[in-house]
């Protein structure tokens, strides 16, 4: 029974059960009741984010404990075993925590909800240690004595050298509680030095293994056979494995990588899902300081705690809300406030001193709340009382200073935390329970759309460093909404995803943000690295302007708006130009064209930069037309024309490189991450669908075969 | 006590000792001491040979095996502990001995005499058996129920699920006999299924690996270790491992490679040893099918067995012949016969039908010994009975058909073999136990010098495949020489070595055959790989014109005739074409010239090849001087400035790439095996000796890095 789950080892606590999760948002219909036949009493999703496009991670609560649920969004079945769990929980597998851990990319790990367990893998009442405990050391003490006769019988008999002082290894019980106790997890079992090579030995033996004659591990020997720890061949080749829980017991998983390449489903299109972007947050990335209550778009703080608009991650904010909208099913909405009509569910109460009164709004056409109370009150509040969804959504017009607050019940045990919108421009502050956003003056109608369950989170681990602060806090409960101040509410909706709210926040963002040239400035100083001169502040990146041509193109053709499409053609200008004039653009070995997300000095070509610049060419130049598009068109060839030739430079023969420093700078090459390898794939996966060169096929089946220790051919 | 050498698993068996073998041939006459005080009775070398330039390989005799001393000939002892040997015949372990096969790299596999072993570890007379045998069973039983009933009762009391058939883990003896027993050895220990997650399990308990999600092998767990099987990872990770004797007992042996790289001893010098050819023996390679007695030089079979003279096999037969020159101390000569003086020690015998009488000279003013006997008759015999050396020279000119011929007592029991040189072109034949070498008409004088060991072994292996057959037979003693036909025979010796007679052998052959374009034709077809046009008969090579360079420069230096010099100079001409005029050089990018080993279209750009024609280069313009040099010095600047900017483009961060295929042809990298890196390491490291660019020191560091599982930074 290895660790029973039912009886060892897990304290039994309530997980949070989200509403917000249905097997298809992950697009795995297909598999998931396989899990559940696999493995019974799932209580349903803990939490599920992606820490990286391609690394997403789903957790299902199972037996009270919270595990991984490792595969893939949209995996097709293709015949693969069912995916397994692995927990992120390994009920008394002290390394397995560390693993689990270490088995995510580093941004990826803030964000997960570590529970620490006490080194001991056993609790006390554990039924193992009981029946060890009960174990009549009188019979052990006889049987000792005997075997300690036997392998002295044999020593004599069949060794010519003196025998090392012989061990006991025949106390399975005594042994396996030894090996069990927190004390002796660590240490190797007890053998005398030369018991590796004792004549009669046992079994199995300890066997010094010498590495590269450097170093020395210790290792087991079985006849022929020699097995090596795994802690050290876990270093040493830089790979991942763990204890796992599977039918019947457990077994140990090994994994070349730690990332996984997304299954497409359909060939790409510009108005369709945007790559894998389906499965990620990036509202989750703890390099995200919060969403911004007046631009409704993620503040970076990736290369400066200050934070700053990163036109990277606000596109890939809209394009991730814009791919999940087409793939996760219509949300419920309560409805609890429309004045226009009487079907909202809320009801309002109104302390002295506060007045609320619906009243005609002609811009509108329709009756809307009025609301007055002085700042000092408690204000004007609507009950909520949701316990489901964590998506706030209302219409608001102040006329004075003011604030719209929502209370919410967490999964901090008698806490109440509230997240107060207010009339100013500050971005976030945290005040012992109180949650504070600026929203700007809204003295015009604007609808504010909330995501609860990120504001709490970013402004509980709200912090001065560039990482948001992890914290277990989970919302449970949607109690009221507080207005103060004098102003008008309109539409007070509780919903579980508002994704194109998301994606408008951004796509308008882009559009009030680009500037004369056409670009997205990026306001922080970028060092790639040593060797490089660094970029000032205000430099433009090709995958910055790709990626919002792919959110422009998106919200015109929704839209119809000219001004999406126009500035989305706009965003070409710095392609045209060499980093030392302000653009994007480098050539290789004066003949490959390449967009370069980083126009450094000297040039720098990173891969990943360069395929997501290409794509957002590729969107507009199908969604512009031949005429209008022409300019896309030609960068679009030409740099699909450098990608085939210069593929094979990124390309180790065992995983990828993410840039072409090593040739620049004449330094070793610069390794690609797993999940950079695997957005590598995905990428190509996605450009081999709109251009059927054999080379995309061919790259992708090779560098697929990398993430599981595939290895080009020597000579 | 393991396998006990003394006591188990090897036939006694005296292996041959060779003569021509003394410590400072290789170069580390301060480790050698060293391995004698730490391995009693040496009884001195088996055989040595390098099977690639960079791979030596040294065989040592103890306690009748014979074991390879794994350092390289050279290495400085740099702190490092004295070199372990590493068995080739691990005596009782079958594993081992196919371990030690696959070490070497494919082409010296043959070149090795395995010594295959019954299966069986432990031949019956071995005394762990006898022990085990006579163990008494009755005690055994004792033992087993008394455990299979601790075991029980351990079960049903710690276990909520029915038991597994509990297996008796308590018969070291007999566990240990079964594991060793050939029918046993594969299987893993007998452990019901479900043993590897019993509760009360042994503390060291089988559990299933699942490697990527793809196939499930046996590991071990010893609490929270889990413990890999080396046949797994051996194949999966390729890497090497062993295990093998150490002081008092065996241990594991990790490589991450097989190759070593080779110690510069000082800077290199145009006049002076070749990089690391002192160890390199180009003839003892498979694919050398016998040293020509017409030429004087080896012929090749690597792409095509009827043979061929390769102008870079020839070029390093004489370059090794001259760097051992250099570093081997003058060999002891035997004379047996100089007509001159008296002092030959060898004593004729003259058949009935025969004549022999000394008679004068004038062409070579001195007596020699004129001979005349029919070949029907035995011929007139030398007595030599020389059991030391195995290199024979004289002087002949032969006035009618005639041979001379040396019998040899061999290594196979009983059996003489009869090398037999022959006035014919023929170039090798077999007969029974008679071999035929022709060595064309010579009716004048000429120095005919073999290497008995050599025409032996390639006489018995002969074959039309490519690669010679592998053979164990070795001379012991020459025993005699005997002259037919009509001629005169001067200065007959013996000797360990005759270096130069062979280096000038490959200095003459390359005078005689360079073409009018300053080449040296290949008149093979050579296929480099899939997508390359092949080449026809006739292509020149960079390689073969650096080589060769390399070669003549250092037989000018010692000679001064300006024949050599001049032929080294001419030899610049195809360095200036292209591949389609029928020159070697590729141009990369249209930027970096490059000097292509194979001239193939498109252009292949291979490392190793490049960089031995920059040592040409080197050597030529080194000696030629500021005016002759010009043209040379011009070259080796060209492609010293391409070889800096494109060595990152070999570089895969933990190995390094053959030729830039992948580029040109839009494929996999085409990774260098281990041998072919440490060739890349030996160069560059050379090239850096000459030249101090930071970029050679520190390419060399981190390449050799990746010898022992060394790895570039990822991001």
């Not at 809307?368 to 002085?374: A, G, N, R």
């Amino acid at each position: 029974m290895g660790y029973g789950l039912g009886e060892c080892g897990v304290q039994e606590r309530r997980l949070w059960d989200s509403g917000i999760w249905d097997p298809e948002f992950l697009g795995f219909p297909e598999d998931f009741p396989g899990i559940l036949k696999r493995f019974q009493g799932i209580r349903g999703v803990c939490r599920e984010h992606q820490d990286f496009p391609g690394n997403v991670r789903v957790f299902l609560e199972f037996r009270g404990v919270c595990w991984e649920y490792q595969d893939f969004p949209g995996k097709a079945p293709s015949g693969a075993a069912p995916a397994p769990f692995f927990p992120v929980f390994p009920a008394g597998i002290p390394r397995g925590i560390r693993k689990s851990r270490d088995f995510f990319p580093l941004e990826a790990r803030d964000a997960l909800e570590f529970q620490e367990f006490p080194e001991s893998p056993f609790p006390k009442e554990c039924s193992t240690m009981r029946c060890l405990a009960r174990l009549s050391s009188k019979a052990l003490l006889v049987l000792c004595s005997l075997l300690a006769l036997l392998s002295l019988l044999l020593w004599t008999r069949c060794s010519h050298r003196p025998p090392p002082a012989p061990r006991p290894p025949e106390h399975p019980g005594v042994a396996d509680s030894e090996e069990a106790s927190p004390q002796d997890a660590p240490r190797a079992p007890g053998m005398p030095g030369s018991a590796g090579r004792a004549a009669a030995g046992p079994r199995y033996e300890e066997i010094d293994c010498v590495i590269n004659e450097e170093q020395t591990v210790k290792g087991r020997r079985e006849g022929s056979e020699v097995f090596l720890p795994f802690s050290w061949v876990e270093k040493y080749f830089q790979v991942y494995g763990r204890i796992a829980q599977a039918e019947g017991g457990e077994r140990f998983e090994f994994s070349h990588s730690y990332s996984k390449v997304y299954a497409q489903r359909a060939p790409y299109r510009p108005d369709g899902v945007f790559m894998s972007f389906e499965g990620y947050n990036v509202e989750l990335r703890d390099r995200v300081k919060c969403i911004s209550g007046v631009e409704g778009v993620p503040l970076s703080t990736q290369w400066g705690p200050q934070g700053y608009f990163y036109p990277i991650q606000i596109a890939q904010y809209g394009l991730s809300h814009y791919s999940k909208n087409l793939t996760e099913k219509a949300p419920h909405v309560e409805v609890y406030e429309t004045a226009g009509d009487g079907s909202g569910s809320g009801e309002w109460t109104v302390p002295k001193g506060c007045s609320l009164s619906t009243v005609w709004d002609k811009s509108r056409l329709s009756g809307v709340k009025h609301f007055s109370c002085p700042e000092s009150s408690e204000g004007v509040s609507l009950e909520l009382n949701n316990g489901r969804d964590f998506i706030i959504s209302f219409d608001l017009k102040l006329l004075s200073n003011g604030s719209v607050s929502v209370v919410l019940e967490t999964t901090e045990r008698n806490q109440l935390f509230t997240v107060h919108y207010v009339s100013s421009t500050q971005l976030i502050a945290l005040r012992d329970r109180d949650i504070f956003y600026g929203i700007g003056a809204r003295s015009s109608w604007s609808t504010l759309t909330r995501d609860l369950l990120t504001d709490l989170r970013k402004g509980v681990g709200l912090s001065n460093t560039k990482a948001v602060k992890q914290t277990k806090i989970m919302p449970k409960r949607v109690l009221r909404l507080v207005a103060k101040g004098r102003g008008f509410l309109d539409n007070v909706t509780i919903s579980a995803t508002a994704h194109m709210a998301a994606f408008f926040a951004a796509s308008r963002w882009l559009l009030r943000n680009q500037d004369e040239r056409g670009g997205w400035p990026i306001m922080v100083t970028r060092k790639l690295g040593e060797g490089f001169r660094s970029l000032d502040p205000g430099w433009y990146s090709a995958m910055a302007q790709g990626q919002a041509m792919s959110t422009l193109v998106r919200a015109y053709q929704l839209t119809k708006e000219p001004a999406f499409l126009g500035a989305a053609l706009r965003a070409t200008a710095p392609f045209k130009l060499p980093a030392e004039q302000r653009g994007v653009k480098a050539v290789f070995m004066n003949r490959h064209d390449w967009y370069e997300e980083y126009p450094t000095t000297p040039s720098s070509f990173v891969l990943n930069g360069f395929m997501y610049s290409l794509i957002g060419l590729y969107d507009l130049k199908e969604t512009a037309g031949e005429k209008l598009g022409k300019e896309a068109r030609l960068l679009y060839e030409r740099g699909m024309e450098s990608l085939k030739a210069m593929l094979p430079l990124f390309d180790t023969g065992s995983g990828t490189i993410y840039d072409l420093r090593h040739f620049m700078l004449g330094t070793a090459p610069n390794l690609a991450r797993w999940d950079y390898h695997t957005t590598h794939i995905n990428q190509l996966q996605l450009l081999g669908s709109i251009d059927d060169a054999p080379v995309f096929r061919e790259f992708v089946k090779r560098w697929k075969s990398y993430l599981r220790g595939g290895r080009a051919k020597h000579n």
